[in-house]
């Protein structure tokens, strides 16, 4: 059976061109470019390090192999033992092995030269995102039957399962890639008991099987699949599956086990203050925490293959998933090959978790102009390829919003999505229903995601008359509050994703006074903050009850009188100020409050279904200057 082994202790790293005595010895995961990739100026360092460990060798039997198995490392890797290459790998974001048993001694040396540096031929290269270099996932010591499950067929698990339903029974094959042997297969509840067996290949049948349901039941089953050899067993790997039906409908959105289920969530960069995107697996818990409280059913996976676990959380959760390659910005024909190996191992290797429902080929490919002939014949072929892999789930495309809607790229995948800014980048709220209107009415058979949208926000600004482009909390707050009735009135979406959950890392920004960020989140980079914004939503999609005032941190007010909102998903909201009951008004999960401030302080308290909320505001004589903004913001200094 196999053994699996960590080895992310005990590393050296030293930058190309030096030597091993010149280098750090620290543990995985880790990045060169924590903190130059998150402090503005485009500058971060975008070159080749060399990441050197000694190796001890497992005990290895005669019928067995060794791999050496990497889950993330960005973005391209030479792997040498011994000073010979052993293996190379291009893309950052992706599981890749390779078989060293005929190369590992006691005592080899293992080095892996990782390179995130410029080129124009692994994805991604311009994108409002740093790309972070390093090993920034496990790296793990495999010992293995040479008669076992592939671990050479692009990093998968090599058991590829599609469950179906089928009348309320639950029909599942389990594909096995082998090097030999006879695989078999069983299928067993969250209970541990066995409800299905027989033969990889085979269709097999689960009686009145439990759907996974989303969030509302993310019931998993666990497929175990061993390899017999000379009348024993010599491999085994598990994985849960979940039995669930899914459709997208133009007209009526997305349904789920033949109901009607809007897909309302968040987008999500995996990285983190100093750390980049070497998380640990307490970080994606957490960050999980976080879109379950906010209470969305479904994420985008931006935009790269995510961590493997994170999909696991998501099966957990019951959180919906468009999964995507980092096929992004500016198509560069000398990537294309780059692009399909990507597309195969996202594919390959998350293909059995039932959270995802889609595979996105591209995000706003348009952008940049040139190749547009090799663009679209690339799109064409790409499609394809998902098809070819994955008959289940069909194909996206997130559209840039200056692409047009008659654009050919735009009507090339199964369904789409279109990443609009309208109310940040140009003004006016309302756009958004015209453009949604306008494309319905254009596209009436096109199932249509509004798959980006958003405005920035830092928490330390603030305005009593917020405006475009001011990045106080109210202005993001105004475009959220906007944006939820706005889908309300188009129920034919059949998903939307805000832009982002979490502040993130772009170190060609310059914005909110704080360069090398994108401040559309609503939450801070650090997850210690929750905006104002967070709160809109969770008292549109939380069924758990809800009460929030908006502007705590917006306590120094001048003039007479101030708006105050409150957030709320619960029907009977009072607010009183200084102890006086308030008459205000109501707009979807909004409560709008007229307050008089007293001289010097005005308390306010809300309550409802038994909960509390508390303000305290100061009454100024002039606009404190720290709530205000007080350099140029360059919204879109990383596509320069």
Same mark, same amino acid.
């Given at each position: 059976?196999?053994?699996?082994?960590?080895?992310?202790?005990?590393?050296?790293?030293?930058?190309?061109?030096? @030597?091993?005595?010149?280098?750090?010895?620290?543990?995985?995961?880790?990045?060169?470019?924590?903190?130059?990739?998150?402090?503005?100026?485009?500058?971060?360092?975008?070159?080749?390090?060399?990441?050197?460990? #000694?190796?001890?060798?497992?005990?290895?039997?005669? +019928?067995? +192999?060794?791999?050496?198995?990497?889950?993330?490392?960005?973005?391209?890797?030479?792997?040498?033992?011994?000073?010979?290459?052993?293996?190379?790998?291009?893309?950052?974001?992706?599981?890749?092995?390779?078989?060293?048993?005929?190369?590992?001694?006691?005592?080899? !040396?293992?080095?892996?030269?990782?390179?995130?540096?410029? %080129?124009?031929?692994?994805?991604?290269?311009?994108?409002?995102?740093?790309?972070?270099?390093?090993?920034?996932?496990?790296?793990?010591?495999?010992?293995?039957?040479?008669?076992?499950?592939?671990?050479?067929?692009?990093?998968?698990?090599?058991? *590829?399962?599609?469950?179906?339903?089928?009348?309320?029974?639950?029909?599942?094959?389990?594909?096995?890639?082998?090097?030999?042997?006879?695989?078999?297969?069983?299928?067993?509840?969250?209970?541990?008991?066995?409800?299905?067996?027989?033969?990889?290949?085979? !269709?097999?049948? #689960?009686?009145?099987?439990?759907?996974?349901?989303?969030?509302?039941?993310?019931?998993?089953?666990?497929?175990?699949?061993?390899? @017999?050899?000379?009348?024993?067993?010599?491999?085994?790997?598990?994985?849960?599956?979940?039995?669930?039906?899914?459709?997208?409908?133009?007209?009526?959105?997305?349904?789920?086990?033949?109901?009607?289920?809007?897909?309302?969530?968040?987008?999500?960069?995996?990285?983190?203050?100093?750390?980049?995107?070497? =998380?640990?697996?307490?970080?994606?818990?957490?960050?999980?925490?976080?879109?379950?409280?906010?209470?969305?059913? @479904?994420?985008?996976?931006?935009?790269?293959?995510?961590?493997?676990?994170?999909?696991?959380?998501?099966?957990?959760?019951? $959180?919906?998933?468009? /999964?995507?390659?980092?096929?992004?910005?500016?198509?560069?024909?000398?990537?294309?090959?780059?692009?399909?190996?990507?597309?195969?191992?996202?594919?390959?290797?998350?293909?059995?978790?039932?959270?995802?429902?889609?595979?996105?080929?591209?995000?706003?490919?348009? $952008?940049?102009? *040139?190749?547009?002939?090799? $663009?679209?014949?690339?799109?064409?072929?790409?499609?394809?390829?998902?098809?070819?892999? +994955?008959?289940?789930?069909? !194909? #996206?495309?997130?559209?840039?919003?200056?692409?047009?809607? /008659?654009?050919?790229?735009?009507?090339? %995948?199964?369904?789409?999505?279109?990443?609009?800014?309208?109310?940040?980048? #140009?003004?006016?709220?309302?756009?958004?229903?015209?453009?949604?209107?306008?494309?319905?009415?254009?596209?009436?058979?096109?199932?249509?995601?509004?798959?980006?949208?958003?405005?920035?926000? $830092?928490?330390?600004?603030? &305005?009593?008359?917020?405006?475009?482009?001011?990045?106080?909390?109210?202005?993001?707050?105004?475009?959220?509050?906007?944006?939820?009735?706005?889908?309300?009135?188009?129920?034919?979406?059949?998903?939307?994703?805000?832009?982002?959950?979490?502040?993130?890392?772009?170190?060609?920004?310059?914005?909110?006074?704080?360069?090398?960020?994108?401040?559309?989140? =609503?939450?801070?980079?650090?997850?210690?903050?929750?905006?104002?914004?967070?709160?809109?939503?969770?008292?549109?999609?939380?069924?758990?009850?809800?009460?929030?005032?908006?502007?705590?941190?917006?306590?120094?007010?001048?003039?007479?009188?101030?708006?105050?909102?409150?957030?709320?998903?619960? +029907?009977?909201?009072? =607010?009183? /100020?200084?102890?006086?009951?308030?008459?205000?008004?109501?707009?979807?999960?909004?409560?709008?409050? *007229?307050?008089? =401030?007293?001289?010097?302080?005005?308390?306010?308290?809300?309550?409802?279904?038994?909960?509390?909320? &508390?303000?305290?505001?100061?009454?100024?004589?002039?606009?404190?200057?720290?709530?205000?903004?007080?350099?140029? &913001?360059? !919204?879109?200094?990383?596509?320069?």
């Amino acid at each position: 059976m196999r053994k699996m082994t960590r080895i992310n202790d005990g590393w050296t790293v030293y930058p190309d061109g030096k @030597t091993p005595e010149d280098g750090t010895t620290l543990d995985l995961p880790y990045t060169w470019n924590g903190v130059d990739g998150q402090d503005g100026g485009g500058d971060y360092l975008r070159t080749a390090f060399n990441f050197e460990r #000694v190796l001890d060798k497992p005990d290895v039997k005669p +019928d067995e +192999d060794v791999y050496l198995e990497f889950k993330g490392v960005n973005s391209s890797a030479d792997v040498y033992i011994d000073g010979e290459l052993v293996t190379h790998h291009d893309g950052g974001y992706s599981t890749f092995r390779v078989c060293v048993t005929e190369r590992i001694k006691q005592g080899s !040396t293992l080095r892996v030269r990782v390179d995130n540096g410029k %080129t124009e031929k692994v994805y991604p290269q311009t994108a409002d995102f740093t790309f972070y270099g390093g090993i920034y996932r496990d790296v793990n010591l495999i010992v293995v039957n040479k008669t076992r499950f592939d671990l050479d067929h692009f990093g998968s698990c090599g058991l *590829k399962i599609t469950p179906t339903v089928e009348d309320g029974d639950g029909k599942i094959v389990a594909e096995a890639y082998v090097t030999g042997g006879e695989a078999t297969v069983t299928v067993s509840d969250a209970d541990g008991n066995v409800v299905a067996s027989g033969k990889s290949g085979e !269709t097999l049948t #689960v009686p009145d099987a439990r759907l996974w349901n989303g969030v509302v039941d993310p019931y998993l089953y666990t497929v175990r699949a061993e390899l @017999t050899a000379g009348g024993k067993v010599v491999d085994a790997i598990e994985q849960r599956v979940g039995f669930r039906a899914f459709s997208f409908d133009p007209k009526k959105g997305f349904f789920l086990n033949g109901k009607s289920y809007p897909l309302r969530g968040v987008s999500r960069h995996q990285d983190r203050p100093n750390k980049g995107n070497a =998380l640990s697996r307490a970080d994606h818990e957490e960050d999980m925490a976080i879109i379950k409280e906010i209470g969305a059913n @479904t994420i985008r996976l931006a935009h790269y293959q995510h961590d493997d676990y994170f999909y696991d959380l998501c099966d957990e959760a019951g $959180m919906i998933v468009w /999964a995507e390659i980092p096929y992004i910005s500016r198509h560069m024909p000398d990537a294309n090959d780059n692009a399909t190996q990507q597309m195969r191992e996202l594919i390959c290797q998350q293909y059995n978790h039932p959270c995802i429902v889609t595979w996105g080929v591209s995000n706003e490919i348009t $952008m940049h102009g *040139k190749h547009r002939k090799d $663009m679209l014949a690339y799109h064409r072929k790409l499609n394809d390829l998902v098809h070819e892999l +994955d008959k289940t789930r069909p !194909t #996206v495309m997130a559209c840039f919003a200056m692409c047009g809607p /008659a654009n050919k790229a735009a009507h090339i %995948t199964d369904i789409v999505g279109w990443n609009l800014y309208l109310g940040w980048y #140009v003004p006016g709220f309302f756009l958004n229903d015209l453009w949604l209107r306008l494309y319905h009415t254009m596209y009436k058979k096109s199932c249509l995601a509004f798959s980006e949208y958003g405005a920035e926000a $830092m928490p330390n600004l603030h &305005s009593k008359h917020p405006k475009r482009g001011d990045n106080s909390e109210e202005y993001q707050a105004n475009y959220h509050e906007y944006m939820l009735e706005c889908f309300e009135r188009h129920p034919y979406l059949w998903g939307t994703y805000v832009w982002n959950i979490f502040d993130f890392a772009a170190d060609a920004r310059n914005q909110g006074g704080e360069p090398g960020m994108n401040h559309k989140g =609503l939450v801070t980079f650090d997850r210690k903050t929750r905006k104002d914004s967070f709160y809109v939503y969770k008292a549109y999609w939380s069924k758990e009850p809800v009460l929030h005032i908006a502007g705590k941190r917006f306590i120094n007010r001048t003039g007479g009188s101030t708006v105050v909102k409150v957030y709320s998903n619960l +029907d009977d909201v009072t =607010l009183t /100020a200084n102890g006086v009951k308030l008459k205000g008004k109501k707009k979807g999960r909004v409560f709008i409050y *007229k307050v008089k =401030l007293a001289k010097g302080h005005t308390e306010l308290v809300a309550t409802a279904g038994g909960l509390t909320d &508390s303000l305290t505001l100061n009454r100024v004589k002039k606009p404190d200057p720290d709530y205000k903004l007080h350099v140029r &913001s360059e !919204t879109q200094s990383w596509q320069k």
